[in-house]
């Protein structure tokens, strides 16, 4: 079974540029998350779905990001303008459930570095 | 979300038993203990979970006290592709976040 697929593995690209990350949920999956991943923070939660809708977005750092899911198959994490300070590696995750009982499945993730 | 405390690393030796404990003295009674894994380079990896009673799976078993305020996750025979940072995440019924806190690296030793 194909697992979540994220695109690009790795991104590279200069300050101010605007930078996009793919995700592709587990077919059947109805929640899904976006996490971001640093050596001071730690896994963080940005934002997650339900049913294509935004349900919880308090973890999104600022304007400069935003999340869409246009289908149950597709999710982007868009950044604009980029800042070093956005270099982490992000995670997209997708569930059945609830997280009280459902296990979210993760993506390999995608390596961000903002020169 | 009540928080976790988990020791910030630990090593084991292949083949032998690990248990990897976490205490959350501040559970409530809705809480599901949750534990995964992030293995190097790879995102986080469902282990295992549980309410009040003991539970066993294919990979791992976990070892919940009565009072709940500690759980103990076991790993019957450490390999080292078992080397990894295991999270000890507390969610409450209904909840969709998982919060995740600095875990315990595993170090395994051929």
């Known amino acids: 079974d194909a697992g979540v697929i994220q695109s690009p593995r790795h991104e590279v690209t200069e300050m101010g540029q605007e930078v996009t990350l793919r995700c592709k949920p587990i077919s059947g999956h109805d929640y899904l998350f976006w996490y971001r991943q640093t050596m001071m923070r730690g896994l963080e939660l940005l934002i997650y779905?339900?049913?294509?809708?935004?349900?919880?977005d308090s973890g999104m750092p600022e304007d400069r990001f935003s999340a869409k899911m246009p289908n149950a198959s597709f999710s982007t994490l868009k950044i604009q303008p980029s800042e070093p300070r956005d270099s982490a590696v992000y995670f997209c995750?997708?569930?059945?459930?609830?997280?009280?009982?459902?296990?979210?499945?993760f993506g390999d993730g995608t390596r961000l570095s903002i020169l | 979300d009540a928080k976790t405390t988990q020791p910030n690393s630990m090593e084991s030796n292949e083949e032998e038993p690990v248990h990897l404990p976490c205490n959350h003295s501040?559970?409530?009674?809705?809480?599901?203990i949750h534990w995964y894994r992030q293995l190097p380079s790879q995102g986080p990896e469902y282990v295992i979970h549980g309410l009040t009673s003991n539970v066993n799976n294919r990979m791992a078993s976990l070892a919940i006290a009565e009072d709940r305020k500690s759980s103990t996750l076991i790993l019957h025979r450490a390999t080292l592709r078992d080397a990894a940072v295991y999270y000890c995440?507390?969610?409450?019924?209904?909840?969709?976040?998982?919060?995740f806190g600095q875990g315990t690296r595993l170090t395994i030793n051929p």
């Open positions: 501040t559970i409530s009674g809705t809480d599901y």
């Open positions: 995750a997708s569930s059945t459930g609830t997280g009280s009982l459902q296990p979210q499945h």
């Open positions: 995440i507390l969610t409450s019924w209904g909840a969709q976040k998982l919060v």
């Open positions: 779905f339900n049913n294509n809708v935004p349900i919880d």
